[in-house]
């Protein structure tokens, strides 16, 4: 009997190394990978240059035109709209305000907008823009500029009806010696 147990000992404990190595090889085993990427904000800087002399800046300040007659049109003045940034800038149009002490001259005086590549922008009295939102979209969606490209506008100021040479109804009696400051802020997203 002793035999019989020694020998039952050794087959338990093999059966018990057997279920052993069976539960090692139904194990799971486990890993992971991982992708990251770094993502930098770019950033968006325009400046503003014109004819009459003004470098690259964020503002420039156009020739005065002064002792105007009733019926003028100023001469064209060219203004360049440079992307300093990273990210390519997009002008989806420009905003017309003023300031004045007449209503009058306010009221008769035009603004012409001409884009040197694609065409005219706008047309129009600047009372009427500054009455709606005061924007002045560029009609075919907006003009975009790579980086260090620029955009380049002819902006006309003239007395009702004078652009593109027709000398309209000119400026009422009640403008002379009046004054206008218009402000034209072009509109970019980036």
């Given amino acids: 009997m002793a035999y019989s147990r020694k ?4 087959g338990a404990l093999g ?4 279920a052993l190595i069976g539960t090692g090889a139904g194990a799971t085993f486990h890993d992971s990978v991982q ?3 770094t993502i930098t904000a770019g950033n968006l800087s325009v400046l503003i240059s014109s004819g009459s002399g003004s470098t690259y800046g964020k503002t420039v300040t156009l020739n ?3 002792d105007e007659p009733s019926h003028f049109s100023g001469p064209p003045e060219t203004i360049t709209v440079k992307n300093n940034g990273s ?3 997009t002008v989806t149009g420009f905003t017309a305000a003023d300031k004045n002490d007449n209503a009058y001259l306010q009221g008769a005086l035009n603004i012409q907008i001409v884009d040197s590549n694609r065409g005219e922008i706008c ?3 600047l009372s009427t823009l500054e009455k709606g939102t005061g924007f002045i979209p560029i009609p ?3 003009t975009t500029i790579a980086t260090n490209g620029t955009m380049t506008v002819s902006v006309t ?3 009702t009806g004078n652009t593109d040479g027709n000398y309209g109804t000119g400026l009422p009696q009640a403008a002379q010696g009046g004054w206008v400051t218009p402000t034209l802020t072009a509109n970019v997203t980036g």
């Fill in 157 to 159: 100021f003239s007395s």
């Fill in 123 to 125: 047309n129009d009295l």
């Fill in 35 to 37: 992708a990251q990427q």
């Fill in 7 to 10: 020998v039952l000992t050794v």
């Fill in 15 to 18: 059966v018990a190394a057997l």
């Fill in 140 to 142: 075919w969606g907006g």
């Fill in 87 to 89: 990210v390519p800038a």
């Fill in 64 to 66: 005065t035109l002064s």
